[in-house]
């Protein structure tokens, strides 16, 4: 009796399809993590540019507070450092009309910075009323 030898020829069908489905899960991983990376860049940024303002606003509030020392408190720039960041804040007399001052706030951190301007009255008094208050852009 001749024995003929049956070869199993199943796993050779296998393996293109396993090696299609591979690279199908490897493509869709990376484009997964380069969209993960992406978001993570996307909300450093918001998350510097959230700090930037925040520095911003401690800026007028210490001008505030030194104008409300010093009535007469006049200051061409001056700088604040507030954990990673820091502030430059600049104070003028007279403008836009006699009897405000208006405070200039530029809050930084590393590449992110937000500005904030506020207009405050001081009457006879000495007493110190804020006027208007918005963040502006170059």
């Known amino acids: 009796m001749i024995l003929k030898n049956k070869i199993n020829k199943s796993g050779l069908a296998a393996l ?8 199908v899960a490897l493509v869709a991983g990376l484009s997964m993590a380069s969209g993960g990376l992406a978001e993570l860049s996307i909300s450093q940024e918001q998350l510097r540019s959230q700090e930037s303002f925040y520095i911003a606003e401690s800026g007028i509030a210490d001008a ?7 009535k007469k408190f006049e200051n061409v720039g001056y700088a604040l450092s507030i ?11 007279g403008i836009p009309v006699a009897g405000q001052t ?9 590449n992110g910075n937000r500005k904030i301007q506020a207009i405050v009255n001081v009457d006879n008094n ?13």
């Open 83 to 93: 954990g990673e960041g820091n502030a430059t804040i600049i104070i003028q007399k």
């Open 64 to 70: 505030l507070i030194k104008i409300t020392r010093n």
């Open 16 to 23: 293109p399809s396993i090696l299609v489905i591979a690279t």
């Open 102 to 110: 208006t405070i200039f706030s530029t809050g930084s951190v590393k």
């Open 126 to 138: 000495g007493k110190v009323t804020m006027a208007s208050w918005n963040e502006y852009v170059d």
